[in-house]
Protein backbone atom coordinates (compact mmCIF):
# COMPACT_ATOMS: atom_id res chain seq x y z
CA UNK A 1 0.00 0.00 0.00
CA UNK A 2 1.32 3.43 -1.28
CA UNK A 3 2.52 6.08 1.72
CA UNK A 4 1.91 9.34 0.41
CA UNK A 5 3.62 12.12 1.66
CA UNK A 6 2.45 16.37 1.54
CA UNK A 7 3.29 19.18 3.12
CA UNK A 8 1.37 19.46 6.22
CA UNK A 9 0.40 23.35 5.56
CA UNK A 10 0.70 25.76 2.77
CA UNK A 11 -0.61 29.64 2.91
CA UNK A 12 -1.63 31.78 -0.39
CA UNK A 13 -3.77 34.77 -1.52
CA UNK A 14 -6.56 35.19 -3.11
CA UNK A 15 -6.59 34.80 -7.17
CA UNK A 16 -3.17 33.00 -6.89
CA UNK A 17 -2.65 29.51 -8.43
CA UNK A 18 -1.85 26.56 -6.26
CA UNK A 19 0.49 23.69 -6.52
CA UNK A 20 0.09 20.96 -4.06
CA UNK A 21 2.79 18.08 -4.74
CA UNK A 22 2.36 14.84 -3.44
CA UNK A 23 5.16 11.88 -3.37
CA UNK A 24 4.16 8.38 -3.42
CA UNK A 25 7.10 6.34 -3.94
CA UNK A 26 5.86 3.40 -3.75
CA UNK A 27 3.00 3.30 -6.02
CA UNK A 28 2.32 0.51 -8.09
CA UNK A 29 1.16 -0.23 -11.42
CA UNK A 30 -2.53 -0.19 -11.24
CA UNK A 31 -2.74 2.80 -8.71
CA UNK A 32 -4.92 5.53 -9.28
CA UNK A 33 -3.78 9.19 -7.86
CA UNK A 34 -6.88 10.62 -6.39
CA UNK A 35 -7.00 14.08 -4.75
CA UNK A 36 -9.74 15.08 -2.41
CA UNK A 37 -10.88 18.46 -0.31
CA UNK A 38 -12.65 18.36 3.23
CA UNK A 39 -13.85 21.64 5.02
CA UNK A 40 -14.14 21.09 8.62
CA UNK A 41 -16.83 18.40 9.85
CA UNK A 42 -17.45 17.84 6.71
CA UNK A 43 -16.86 14.23 4.36
CA UNK A 44 -14.19 14.62 2.11
CA UNK A 45 -14.82 16.23 -1.88
CA UNK A 46 -13.33 14.21 -4.44
CA UNK A 47 -11.68 16.90 -6.43
CA UNK A 48 -10.06 15.50 -9.49
CA UNK A 49 -8.12 11.86 -10.38
CA UNK A 50 -5.67 10.22 -12.75
CA UNK A 51 -3.39 7.83 -13.38
CA UNK A 52 -0.70 9.43 -15.36
CA UNK A 53 0.33 12.70 -17.61
CA UNK A 54 -2.00 15.68 -17.28
CA UNK A 55 -5.54 15.66 -16.47
CA UNK A 56 -8.12 18.68 -15.86
CA UNK A 57 -11.42 19.13 -14.74
CA UNK A 58 -13.75 22.28 -14.11
CA UNK A 59 -11.92 23.14 -10.68
CA UNK A 60 -8.20 21.88 -11.17
CA UNK A 61 -5.44 20.39 -12.78
CA UNK A 62 -3.54 17.19 -11.86
CA UNK A 63 -0.24 16.72 -12.84
CA UNK A 64 1.72 13.35 -12.82
CA UNK A 65 5.43 12.80 -14.04
CA UNK A 66 6.21 9.87 -16.44
CA UNK A 67 7.34 7.93 -13.31
CA UNK A 68 4.50 8.32 -11.38
CA UNK A 69 6.05 9.17 -7.73
CA UNK A 70 4.70 12.11 -7.27
CA UNK A 71 1.79 14.08 -8.26
CA UNK A 72 0.88 17.66 -8.21
CA UNK A 73 -2.74 19.15 -7.41
CA UNK A 74 -3.14 22.40 -9.42
CA UNK A 75 -5.57 24.79 -8.18
CA UNK A 76 -6.17 28.46 -10.32
CA UNK A 77 -6.96 31.52 -8.78
CA UNK A 78 -7.67 30.62 -4.92
CA UNK A 79 -10.52 32.21 -3.16
CA UNK A 80 -11.41 32.58 0.15
CA UNK A 81 -14.06 29.77 0.29
CA UNK A 82 -10.72 27.09 -0.92
CA UNK A 83 -9.16 27.35 2.62
CA UNK A 84 -9.27 23.49 3.63
CA UNK A 85 -7.61 20.56 3.94
CA UNK A 86 -6.31 18.79 0.95
CA UNK A 87 -5.76 14.65 0.75
CA UNK A 88 -3.91 12.56 -1.99
CA UNK A 89 -4.75 9.58 -2.21
CA UNK A 90 -3.13 6.16 -3.49
CA UNK A 91 -5.28 3.62 -4.01
CA UNK A 92 -4.28 0.14 -4.32
CA UNK A 93 -5.70 -3.09 -5.70
CA UNK A 94 -4.88 -6.15 -3.88
CA UNK A 95 -6.42 -9.63 -3.49
CA UNK A 96 -9.23 -8.26 -1.16
CA UNK A 97 -10.50 -5.67 -3.30
CA UNK A 98 -9.46 -1.96 -3.15
CA UNK A 99 -8.06 0.09 -0.54
CA UNK A 100 -6.75 3.67 0.40
CA UNK A 101 -4.99 4.83 3.09
CA UNK A 102 -5.54 8.55 3.79
CA UNK A 103 -2.11 10.48 4.90
CA UNK A 104 -1.53 13.63 7.11
CA UNK A 105 -2.83 16.42 4.01
CA UNK A 106 -1.69 20.05 3.27
CA UNK A 107 -3.84 22.38 5.17
CA UNK A 108 -4.15 25.44 2.37
CA UNK A 109 -5.25 28.60 4.54
CA UNK A 110 -6.08 31.32 1.77
CA UNK A 111 -5.81 34.98 2.58
CA UNK A 112 -7.46 38.20 1.50
CA UNK B 1 -23.77 11.95 -9.12
CA UNK B 2 -22.15 9.91 -6.71
CA UNK B 3 -23.77 10.74 -3.63
CA UNK B 4 -23.28 9.23 -0.53
CA UNK B 5 -25.66 10.29 2.39
CA UNK B 6 -25.38 9.62 5.98
CA UNK B 7 -28.03 9.60 9.08
CA UNK B 8 -27.77 10.66 11.42
CA UNK B 9 -25.43 13.49 11.03
CA UNK B 10 -24.58 13.73 14.93
CA UNK B 11 -26.10 12.05 17.51
CA UNK B 12 -25.41 12.46 21.66
CA UNK B 13 -25.94 9.16 23.58
CA UNK B 14 -25.43 7.97 27.15
CA UNK B 15 -22.31 5.96 27.47
CA UNK B 16 -23.41 2.03 27.57
CA UNK B 17 -25.71 2.28 25.02
CA UNK B 18 -25.64 1.53 21.46
CA UNK B 19 -25.85 3.69 18.39
CA UNK B 20 -26.53 2.65 14.64
CA UNK B 21 -25.22 4.76 11.59
CA UNK B 22 -26.46 4.49 8.42
CA UNK B 23 -24.17 5.13 4.76
CA UNK B 24 -26.36 4.98 1.73
CA UNK B 25 -25.24 5.76 -2.01
CA UNK B 26 -28.05 7.34 -2.95
CA UNK B 27 -27.55 7.43 -7.04
CA UNK B 28 -24.96 4.43 -7.79
CA UNK B 29 -24.36 0.64 -6.25
CA UNK B 30 -21.59 0.87 -3.86
CA UNK B 31 -19.93 -2.75 -3.78
CA UNK B 32 -17.57 -1.87 -1.02
CA UNK B 33 -17.90 0.75 1.39
CA UNK B 34 -15.65 1.80 3.98
CA UNK B 35 -15.91 3.31 7.58
CA UNK B 36 -13.42 6.14 8.67
CA UNK B 37 -12.88 7.67 12.10
CA UNK B 38 -11.45 11.26 12.71
CA UNK B 39 -10.45 12.92 15.28
CA UNK B 40 -10.24 16.88 15.56
CA UNK B 41 -7.08 18.52 13.93
CA UNK B 42 -6.53 14.57 12.23
CA UNK B 43 -6.59 12.52 9.26
CA UNK B 44 -9.21 10.25 8.50
CA UNK B 45 -7.93 6.87 9.89
CA UNK B 46 -10.04 3.54 8.39
CA UNK B 47 -11.69 1.42 10.66
CA UNK B 48 -12.61 -1.25 7.84
CA UNK B 49 -13.48 -1.97 4.64
CA UNK B 50 -17.26 -3.93 4.28
CA UNK B 51 -17.72 -5.74 0.53
CA UNK B 52 -22.06 -6.37 -0.43
CA UNK B 53 -22.87 -9.43 1.03
CA UNK B 54 -19.24 -10.26 2.74
CA UNK B 55 -18.12 -9.56 6.41
CA UNK B 56 -16.15 -7.03 6.96
CA UNK B 57 -12.66 -6.40 6.96
CA UNK B 58 -10.63 -4.71 9.89
CA UNK B 59 -7.87 -2.64 10.01
CA UNK B 60 -5.31 -3.57 13.02
CA UNK B 61 -6.40 -2.30 16.46
CA UNK B 62 -10.05 -1.70 15.56
CA UNK B 63 -12.36 -4.05 17.67
CA UNK B 64 -14.91 -6.11 15.41
CA UNK B 65 -16.83 -6.65 18.12
CA UNK B 66 -17.17 -3.31 19.68
CA UNK B 67 -17.95 -1.52 15.87
CA UNK B 68 -20.21 -3.40 14.19
CA UNK B 69 -20.59 -3.42 10.20
CA UNK B 70 -23.63 -4.28 8.05
CA UNK B 71 -23.16 -4.38 4.34
CA UNK B 72 -26.08 -5.84 3.64
CA UNK B 73 -27.41 -4.65 -0.17
CA UNK B 74 -25.75 -2.41 -2.71
CA UNK B 75 -26.97 1.03 -1.24
CA UNK B 76 -26.50 0.84 2.46
CA UNK B 77 -23.96 -0.30 4.73
CA UNK B 78 -24.57 0.12 8.72
CA UNK B 79 -21.80 0.76 11.60
CA UNK B 80 -22.82 0.47 15.17
CA UNK B 81 -21.44 1.38 18.02
CA UNK B 82 -22.08 -1.19 20.49
CA UNK B 83 -21.87 -0.12 24.72
CA UNK B 84 -20.41 3.59 23.29
CA UNK B 85 -18.18 5.30 25.89
CA UNK B 86 -17.09 8.83 25.65
CA UNK B 87 -13.81 7.84 24.22
CA UNK B 88 -15.84 6.07 20.78
CA UNK B 89 -16.54 10.46 20.55
CA UNK B 90 -15.60 11.23 17.36
CA UNK B 91 -16.45 12.28 13.55
CA UNK B 92 -17.70 9.08 11.75
CA UNK B 93 -17.58 9.22 7.93
CA UNK B 94 -18.21 6.42 5.31
CA UNK B 95 -17.69 6.22 1.67
CA UNK B 96 -19.14 4.09 -0.83
CA UNK B 97 -17.32 2.59 -4.45
CA UNK B 98 -18.56 0.82 -7.13
CA UNK B 99 -14.79 -1.34 -7.41
CA UNK B 100 -13.42 -2.42 -9.33
CA UNK B 101 -15.35 -0.51 -12.12
CA UNK B 102 -14.06 2.51 -10.96
CA UNK B 103 -11.26 3.99 -8.71
CA UNK B 104 -13.06 6.71 -7.08
CA UNK B 105 -14.65 6.19 -3.30
CA UNK B 106 -17.41 9.15 -2.61
CA UNK B 107 -17.65 10.38 1.06
CA UNK B 108 -20.78 10.93 3.28
CA UNK B 109 -21.23 14.13 4.87
CA UNK B 110 -20.12 12.32 8.21
CA UNK B 111 -21.72 11.98 11.54
CA UNK B 112 -20.59 13.38 14.94
CA UNK B 113 -20.75 10.99 17.73
CA UNK B 114 -20.93 12.36 21.30
CA UNK B 115 -20.72 9.73 24.26
CA UNK B 116 -21.58 11.01 27.64
Known amino acids: LAKTTQPISMDSYEGQEVNITCSHN???????ITWYQQFPSQGPRFIIQGYKTKVTNEVASLFIPADRKSSTLSLPRVSLSDTAVYYCLVGSRNTGGFKTIFGAGTRLFVKA | GAVVSQHPSWVICKSGTSVKIECRSLDFQATTMFWYRQFPKQSLMLMAT?????????EQGVEKDKFLINHASLTLSTLTVTSAHPEDSSFYICSAGDFPSTDTQYFGPGTRLTVL
Open chain 1, 26 to 32: NIATNDY
Open chain 2, 50 to 58: SNEGSKATY
